[in-house]
């Protein structure tokens, strides 16, 4: 994201004036100065640390609790310290930062006044149970609307994410979490104002952190897992030189398929690891079959088609794939039967593998091989059209030629493809069915 388009960094400044004027009321409004000091430096501590967990996340109970106990305008402060000063590991790292923190003031700041507009600061402080949850859950409920809202922007923009879909995605997976930072940030503040004062508050966080750093540790397991997997793509594409990148690149189509069609993002990013390893099974065949120049025979052809079969004894442990792993055994069976490794028809055939089936055929065919030059994307998508509902479903060929027609096709081309020396000799194109 070096390159920030105009439309993004315009979002962003709006985001940012939008803070500041949910900042401005702060010369006017009585605060409690010691507090917003203390809140911001704890959340400030917290970011630290989850930087150093290497936790990719936000500690929200802190900036609740200056959400219960603050101004609208004080709250939004609480976390401006700690946004603007917290680790960041991609560039711009400025525009990041500032990014963050603005969008953490605006809806800090509107749950701050959803919860002094329903009468939860009195509730807070006279320790009201369960008169306090009414309003601290339309506080969390504000939070959480605003954070994804903003955040559906900037996928929007940056990414051309459809809004209603990331705005629908982004929702719907923030409010369980946010509202158990929300209940200890309740508890944080009902303590805060009861007689034993805010090291009490403090408490609460203890148990959180503890908690915290366990779901850190999953995050680590999980990333090791995607390093893996990082480790096992690119074992295939030094073993099968020509087709390097391929897997990065049906990963790539297979999760613009996958957007196309609707499908939340969890299981739009499985689809993409289910295009970036579907190939893996290749680490068992033969270098010398995969490198062949000519035909091949077909006790050759044989040897490679139980790369799939391979490739799921390879990933079948790894869980976090979920149907991924049943696209990695069925990619290459076809609508009619025809194809490999069960012969499956029809519906038979796993949705995913029918995703990845359309996204492979289509970079095979869009790709230069040693045995055959590229195809033009308009090419390869009337030959995916003449195959539909015989190889491959249609559904996916549609959703494919919806998604190249919005946003095109730009996949990444490694330096070592871009170093190799054209074709000498021309060569007729296979059937996408054919590809290896």
């Known amino acids: 994201m070096e390159a920030v388009p105009a439309r993004v960094r315009a979002y962003v400044s709006c985001v940012v004036v939008g803070a500041l004027i949910c900042l401005s009321p702060l010369p006017t409004v009585r605060t409690p100065w010691w507090a917003v000091a203390l809140l911001a430096a704890l959340y400030g501590g917290c970011e630290q640390a989850a930087a150093r967990w290497r936790f990719a996340g936000t500690f929200y109970p802190v900036l609740l609790a200056g959400a219960f106990l603050l101004p609208p305008s004080a709250a939004a402060l609480v976390a401006l310290p700690g946004a603007l000063l917290s680790p960041v590991e991609h560039r711009p790292r400025g525009l990041r930062r500032i990014w963050r923190a603005a969008?953490?003031?605006v809806a800090v700041w509107a749950a701050a006044r959803v919860h002094g507009a329903l009468g939860g600061r009195d509730a807070v402080g006279?320790?009201?149970?369960?008169?306090?949850?009414?309003?601290?859950?339309?506080?969390v409920l504000a939070f959480c609307v605003v954070l994804s809202v903003l955040d559906g922007g900037i996928l929007a923009l940056a990414e051309h994410v459809p809004p209603r879909r990331a705005w629908r995605g982004l929702f719907l997976r923030s409010p369980a979490p946010v509202a158990v930072h929300g209940l200890a940030g309740l508890m944080m503040a009902v303590l805060w104002r009861?007689?034993?004062g805010p090291v009490a508050a403090l408490l609460v966080l203890l148990p959180m952190c503890v908690s915290w750093w366990a779901f850190a540790q999953y995050h680590r397991e999980r990333a090791a897992h995607q390093a893996t997997i990082r480790a096992l793509v690119q074992a295939v594409d030094i073993k099968d030189g020509y087709t390097r990148g391929h897997s990065e690149r049906v990963g790539q189509a297979s999760m613009m398929i996958a957007r196309e069609?609707?499908?939340?993002?969890g299981r739009v990013e499985v689809l993409r690891f289910a295009g970036i390893l579907h190939d893996v099974g290749k680490l068992g065949v033969p270098t010398r079959l995969l490198r062949k120049d000519g035909p091949l025979t077909p006790e050759e052809r044989r040897v490679i088609e139980l790369h799939p079969e391979y490739g799921h004894e390879m990933v079948r442990g790894i869980s976090f794939l979920g149907e991924a792993r049943e696209a990695v055994l069925h990619h290459h069976e076809r609508l009619d039967g025809s194809g490999y490794p069960y012969g499956l028809r029809g519906n038979q055939i796993p949705e995913s593998a029918r995703v990845v089936a359309v996204a492979d055929a289509f970079d095979a065919m869009t790709s230069t091989r040693c045995y055959r030059r590229a195809r033009p994307v308009a090419a390869a998508l009337e030959e995916l059209e003449r195959c539909a509902g015989t190889h491959f479903?249609?559904?996916?060929?549609t959703a494919l030629e919806r998604a190249l027609s919005r946003h095109g096709w730009h996949p990444a081309v490694t330096a070592e493809?871009?170093?190799?020396?054209?074709?000498?000799?021309?060569?007729?194109?296979?059937?996408?069915?054919?590809?290896?």
């Open 194 to 196: 009861s007689p034993y």
């Open 103 to 105: 969008q953490l003031a």
């Open 393 to 397: 479903d249609p559904r996916m060929v």
């Open 261 to 265: 069609l609707g499908m939340d993002e």
């Open 126 to 139: 006279a320790s009201d149970f369960p008169y306090a949850l009414l309003p601290a859950g339309a506080a």
């Open 417 to 436: 493809e871009a170093a190799r020396p054209p074709l000498t000799r021309p060569s007729s194109v296979p059937s996408p069915g054919a590809h290896r």
